[in-house]
């Protein structure tokens, strides 16, 4: 049976392959010594270690089971799985996990990684009510949603820098309740050592440098990639000649964007407003 090596990097299928021939190793197991313990065939280990089969949810719970590994193996999968998310949104989110630094710009809704979870499914559902997605998938998103988080609790987060838009803070999602949970929230990360929050008010107008969100990841091998959508799609850039040019451009908007302390101000603004 072929041994051959896979990008972790290329697709999430790769990334749990090489995360199951790693642990292996690391026990000295054999791929029929693997496939005993978990109760497949050597067969199937090795494809999913090469990446030339899907892992199962429950393949994905046996590993994590014979390797005790807590759930590592499941959220693997879960990138992995989730047909609900945008296309190429697994990859964006497989890197944004391995981060070691975030540059964000939110235009319209608050960024994914700051939601709170009623805000998170105010926007799920309605795309469910408006026949976009099913109820299954849009439960889905937000569970995703809270795998991704975790993030921001890890024992040495990323650095984090976001830039909202001002639209972020007056269009209302899920309701006043749910807008002030979600201002307070910001608020509350703002306090944080490692995230830092800028917004970009009305007034900058036609020197927005972005139509579009965009967040940028520096990863532990020190290549930056970005990460942007359409309406039908997501697009993980790697190429170095565009990631320049939009870490350039969020240079600027980090210029013309207020600076923390009115940026803070303007969001207890927002809140206060609705809070009359």
Request: charge should be positive; aromatic fraction near 10%; hydrophobic fraction near 40%.
């Amino acid at each position: 049976m072929s041994d051959q090596e896979v990008d972790p990097t290329s697709s999430p299928a790769a990334r749990f392959g090489w995360e199951l021939r790693r642990s292996r190793r690391a026990k000295g197991w054999s791929q029929v010594g693997l496939s005993k313990r978990m109760g497949y065939s050597n067969t199937l280990v090795s494809y999913v270690e090469r990446a030339k089969r899907a892992p199962t949810k429950n393949f994905a719970v046996k590993a994590d089971a014979v390797f005790e590994t807590g759930g590592t193996f499941y959220e693997l999968w879960r990138r992995y799985a989730k047909a609900s998310l945008l296309e190429g949104f697994p990859e964006f989110a497989d890197a944004e996990a391995r981060c070691r630094r975030l540059r964000t710009f939110a235009l319209t809704v608050v960024t994914g990684l700051f939601q709170v979870p009623e805000y998170a499914e105010a926007l799920a559902y309605a795309a469910f009510q408006r026949g976009a997605i099913t109820k299954v998938e849009a439960e889905e998103r937000v569970e995703f949603l809270a795998t991704r988080q975790r993030l921001l609790s890890q024992r040495k987060p990323p650095l984090l820098h976001a830039v909202l838009d001002e639209s972020c803070l007056v269009r209302p999602v899920g309701g006043k309740a749910v807008m002030l949970k979600q201002l307070d929230h910001i608020a509350e990360l703002a306090s944080r050592p490692n995230i830092t929050f800028q917004v970009a008010p009305f007034h900058l107008g036609e020197h927005l440098p972005f139509a579009l969100p965009v967040t940028l990841l520096d990863l532990p091998d020190g290549s930056v990639v970005g990460y942007a959508e359409s309406h039908a799609r997501g697009h993980l850039e790697r190429t170095r000649e565009t990631v320049a040019a939009w870490e350039r451009q969020y240079d600027q908007l980090v210029v013309e964007a207020l600076p923390k302390a009115a940026s803070l101000a303007l969001i207890h603004k927002a809140r206060k407003e609705l809070t009359p």
